[in-house]
């Protein structure tokens, strides 16, 4: 039972943030009818006083649709102070050698990022001429707290097994 409880307090731990970053922009457009290619640099920049977990969510948008007209390339994450590059991962891709719209999305699991200022760059291709688009991403940083309460419940499942086995 009370490796049940360490295990619960780990997954709500690691889970706690102090909250959602949401940060946007889709006013990209393509006046060529081949399509244009952006690149947003400095989406976002926050900085870390000491090493912390982080996660982040980015899917495509179009302002007046549901399916956009945007292929996002590139999501990368820097360290400006060390020089750390992160790329994220695409998690759902379109085929756009047959098709000039769909939903995309990206991903950066949750990972330890190191203390220092860290700046989100996006580049891609916009393929509609008639409305903006672009995408929107979901940063989850943690409250400091969280990180020391995952310690203790690792270290209470630690001593849970350690008296279970010299029991």
């Known amino acids: 039972m009370k490796a049940l409880f360490a295990a619960a307090a780990i997954v709500l731990a690691t889970s706690a943030s102090a909250g959602t970053v949401m940060v946007s922009n889709t006013t990209h457009k393509d ?6 290619a952006f690149t947003d ?3 976002f920049t926050f900085t870390l006083d000491q090493n912390t977990w982080f996660s982040g969510l980015l899917n495509t ?9 945007v292929d996002i390339r590139s999501v990368t994450l820097s360290n ?8 994220w991962s695409e998690l759902i891709a379109v085929s756009w050698t047959t098709t000039r719209t769909g939903r995309e ?4 699991s949750p990972r330890q990022l190191s203390a220092g200022t860290w700046d989100m760059s996006v580049s891609g291709v916009s393929y509609s001429n008639k409305q903006g ?11 400091p707290g969280s990180v020391a309460l995952a310690a203790v419940a690792i270290l209470g499942a630690l001593v849970s097994s350690r008296r279970r086995k010299s029991a």
């Open 61 to 69: 948008k179009g302002v007046l649709t549901t399916t956009p007209a």
């Open 41 to 43: 640099n400095h989406v």
């Open 133 to 143: 688009n672009g995408f929107t991403a979901n940063l989850e940083l943690p409250e």
């Open 31 to 36: 006046p060529t009818g081949f399509g244009t």
């Open 80 to 87: 400006l102070t060390t020089g750390e590059v992160l790329d």
């Open 105 to 108: 999305q990206w991903a950066l």
